[in-house]
């Protein structure tokens, strides 16, 4: 592999990752999470309803994930950016039996 194709490799990386922080923003002075739908419009969930954390945020994902325009990558992000909202690790969720 050359060094031009690693070079335009990590150019589609960044500007993917460019593309999923512009799709998911918290908007703090909002109150609110946005999500980028599609032709420009914005879907806007309340940050309130996020920080009731995993549950919380399991149950916009389970919302969201009916929505045509509400892709993987973009569940991946929110779910990233929510449970840091949230206050939690999405990685180390613990099990209420626990």
Not at 2 to 8: A, F, N, T
Not at 41 to 65: A, F, N, Q
Request: zero cysteines.
């Amino acid at each position: 592999m050359g060094y031009r194709r690693i070079s335009e490799g990590v150019k589609e990386f960044r500007e993917h990752e460019q593309r999923m922080k512009d799709a998911v923003q918290v908007r703090e002075d909002e109150n609110v999470l946005v999500l980028s739908a599609k032709k420009g419009h914005e879907y806007r969930v309340p940050l309130d309803s996020i920080k009731k954390g995993p549950r919380g945020v399991l149950s916009w994902v389970l919302h969201l994930s009916e929505k045509e325009w509400f892709t993987r990558e973009m569940m991946e992000r929110f779910i990233i950016v929510a449970s840091g909202v949230a206050g939690f690790n999405p990685y180390q969720v613990a099990d209420d039996n626990e």
